[in-house]
Structure formats: C-alpha cells, structure tokens
C-alpha cells in the first residue's frame, strides 16, 4: 500500500482547510487540491491513529463513482494533471494516488443522508417512537430491515468534533431554499438507488450513505467531497445478509463497534486504536474497492 499519510504538508500552495480526513488547498481562483488523508473519525471525532492506505483507497472509490454518475449529475473533478500543480517532486510522492484537482464551488451547508435500510441511529430510534429521522414507519420492521423506500434524511455539517445533528426536510429548505433542497434531495435518492442496483451486482448491499453538493458559478447542483465510500457508506456483504441484525460490514463500522465496546464516551480525545482493529479496518476497506471497482483497480491503488 502507499505510504501512510496523516497530515499534509504542501508548502507550494495555501492551505484552505484541514478537514476530518481531507486536506484542501487552494490552486487559483478556480481549482483546489483536494488531498485525501489516512485519518479516520468515528462519531465526528478524529481519531489518533491513520489507516495505512486509506486515502488512496478512497480517492480511487470515489473517482470510480464519480465517473459512474457523471451522466446523472456533474461533479467536481477536473482533468488537470497532479504535475501540473505540483512541480517539486517531493510534494507530489507525498500526496500521489490520494489528491485530485477540483474546482471551486460553493458548497452546501447540508448533508444529504440516504438509508435504504433501518439500522444504526435510525433502528434505535424507530425502536422507541416507530419513526427515522421523524418520518413515520410501518410496525413490525426488524433490524436491518430494508425500507419501502429510501428515505432522504439530512443533517447539519458540524466542524471538526462537533457532532451533526439531523434536520427534517423543512429545516433543510429554510437553509437552502426550498428549490434547492428539493434538488438535493432528488439528486441524493437517484444518484443512491442508481448506485445500490449497481453494487448489489457486485455483493455489496449499500445500507445507508451520504452525499455532499455545491453550487457552480451559474448555480447547477454538483457532486462534491467524496462518493459512496467506507467512510461515508455503510457497506454489507450481500451473502450474508439477514434482517434482524446488524450484518458485517466493509466500512469504519469495525472501528466504531471496537470504540463502543470500550465504553468511550464519544468525545475527544479519541483513545489509541489497537494494531489488529487498524490492519483489520485497512483489510475492509481494500475488499470493498476491489469488490465494488475490481481487482485491477484495487491492484493499482495497492502498488
């Protein structure tokens, strides 16, 4: 795998944020460089340990989704070449097979959550109200369950060690405007279903995910961040699915159970993770990118 990298260090450009997983710098008035870390969160806190060759991982599964939904929505991704941003060699080894260059956009103030399935947050709450996110269900559903319909539930975007907090789709429209938001929330269920129908294809069971948009210079809606990966996603294997408790999983889940097990208290700092929980995450994640894109992809990602 590549080398693992918990923080950046880009001197030839300005750095813009230093986000839970992601380091952005600006480029010109126009692009930025998006360079994708090992740093894992859990519970929106960043934890001290990186994950060898997880940013890699992920900025492979994201551009594969980006390209597969370029015909549903445009994205942020832009075909200038890393050597052409960065020409000191060292600076591009640092960051190479995990930074991409994007454009600018606004970002949305919102997280475009999309569950598929009652499990996590939204199984504990249907369990004392019968409700996700607010929104009525059926009775009788069991962990695990697959919904009657996808469902859009977003949340706010809190910084980094802040907890986000869901919204209802009204609260959503007052931050956004109500056509907005109703672009979100469309563009989140087709981009979702499209993409779960595909990944069934390949043994995967999308359970749940989350999506981020920005608005372009003329105000179209745009895909950003990153896309259906193990840290955005909750990924299942199909051939072991069985409503009624929560399946395995290809994503962070592992770390969080592990955290839960230890009784943290969810706020910062995070507690050291053990080696086998950091080499058993790493092996979830590299089995999902080769599930998902293919064993040549996954091959690519590891040299």
């Known amino acids: 795998m590549p080398e693992t990298l918990y923080q950046s260090d880009i001197k030839s450009l300005r750095l813009r ?19 994708t870390t090992d740093r894992l969160s859990a519970f929106d806190v960043v934890l001290p340990d990186p994950i060898p060759g997880k940013g890699a991982l992920l900025t492979a599964m ?24 960065l020409t000191d060699p060292g600076e591009r080894r640092q960051v190479a097979g995990r930074a991409v260059v994007v454009r600018k ?3 949305l103030p919102v997280e475009a959550i999309v569950r598929g399935y009652l499990v996590g947050s939204g199984w504990k709450e249907y369990k004392s109200s019968g409700t ?13 369950d697959r919904l009657p319909q996808a469902l859009f539930t977003p949340s706010t975007k809190a910084a980094v060690g802040q907890h986000d907090e869901n ?8 931050i956004l405007g109500r056509e907005t938001a109703k672009q979100v929330q469309q563009a989140s269920l087709t981009i979702y279903k499209e993409c779960a129908a595909y990944a069934l294809t390949r043994g995967i069971i999308i359970a749940d995910t989350k999506f981020e948009f920005g608005l372009d210079e003329k105000g179209a809606l745009t895909l950003i961040d990153e896309v259906l990966t193990p840290d955005s996603s909750r990924f299942w294997p199909a051939d072991q699915y069985k409503p009624g408790a929560n399946p395995p999983s290809y994503d962070k889940q592992y770390v969080r159970d592990y955290l ?19 080499a058993r995450t790493a092996e979830k ?17 590891a040299r």
């Open 62 to 85: 994201s551009n594969f989704w980006f390209q597969r939904t370029r015909p549903l929505i445009p994205n942020q991704l832009t075909d200038i070449p890393l050597d052409q941003v």
């Open 285 to 301: 994640y590299r089995e999902a990118l080769t599930r998902l894109t293919g064993s040549e992809t996954a091959a690519r990602v």
């Open 105 to 107: 956009l606004k970002a």
């Open 167 to 174: 919204i209802s789709f009204d609260q959503t429209a007052e």
């Open 17 to 35: 944020h230093r986000g839970k997983v992601r380091d952005i710098y600006d480029i010109d008035a126009k692009h930025m460089l998006i360079v």
């Open 132 to 144: 996700v996110c607010g929104i009525p269900l059926p009775v009788g559903l069991k962990e695990a």
């Open 260 to 278: 839960e097990s230890i009784g943290w208290n969810k706020q910062p700092p995070a507690p050291k993770l053990p080696a086998e929980v950091i």
